[in-house]
């Protein structure tokens, strides 16, 4: 059953520097996502990603965070100057054609995760 | 008032028990309402969907979604250990013709299934 992978799965890094998180989508899915989810809290909403742009993002998701599908097949989440408080599990999802609507849904697929601590 | 609210739990049941989760909220532009299983060092995995109000049955699970009262639960019967896990709620709005959306989640509740 097709899956999405995430490497790695632990990154240890310093305060200030930067962090590629990497995502392998499923491969006909279309919408690419990233949540994060810090110790503790709730899973919350940072980017949508489709057609090589940004579909919507939170207020989480500031200038130090960007987001590249650099080929076909990799979704990347790119944090430049790492704070403390950045330290969290971070979910890579896609989504595949549907559009949402009642009569048709279309899935979120998580993958299983890269804890990210920043010390 | 936050979003999403869920009772975090720890819940331990007997196996064979009947299970109750809960959610509640505030937005009420939220139109799409499920229920995600999280596994130990997983991602979370959607278990079910419901649209608008009403009940929907998979199995040993149901979910009910009352608009009205902003309430959204889930009932897990004949409960399993391997049942233990953390149910997430989460809900989305519609936004007409869009193929992405984002999903706002609930704390979890972390349930305990006891042989």
């Known amino acids: 059953e097709p899956e999405v992978t995430q490497t790695p799965s632990h990154q240890v890094t310093q305060m200030g520097q930067e962090v590629i998180l990497r995502c392998v989508p499923i491969?006909?899915?279309?919408?690419f996502y990233w949540y994060r989810q810090i110790l503790g809290q709730k899973v919350e909403f940072l980017v949508s990603?489709?057609?090589?742009?940004?579909?919507?993002k939170s207020e989480i998701f500031d200038d130090q965070f960007s987001v590249e599908r650099p080929d076909g097949s990799n979704f990347t989440l790119k944090i430049r100057s790492t704070k403390l408080e950045d330290s969290a599990m971070y979910f890579c999802?896609?989504?595949?054609?549907?559009?949402?609507?009642?009569?048709?849904?279309?899935?979120?697929?998580f993958g299983p995760g890269t804890r990210l601590t920043v010390l | 008032q936050k979003e999403v609210e869920q009772d975090p739990g720890p819940l331990s049941v007997p196996e064979g028990a009947i299970v109750s989760l809960n959610c509640t909220y505030s937005n009420s532009a939220f139109q799409y309402f499920m229920w995600y299983r999280q596994y130990s060092r997983k991602g979370p995995e959607l278990l079910m969907y419901t649209y608008s109000s009403g009940n929907k049955e998979d199995g040993r699970f149901t979910a009910q979604v009352d608009k009205s009262s902003k309430y959204i639960s889930l009932f897990i019967r004949d409960s399993q250990p391997s049942d233990s896990a953390t149910y997430l709620c989460?809900?989305?709005?519609?936004?007409?013709?869009?193929?992405?959306?984002?999903?706002?989640f609930g704390k979890g509740t972390k349930l305990s299934v006891i042989p």
């Open positions: 989460a809900m989305t709005s519609h936004r007409s013709g869009a193929g992405s959306y984002q999903l706002t």
């Open positions: 999802a896609s989504s595949g054609r549907g559009i949402l609507l009642h009569v048709f849904y279309n899935e979120q697929f």
């Open positions: 990603f489709y057609n090589n742009e940004i579909s919507e």
């Open positions: 491969s006909n899915h279309l919408y």
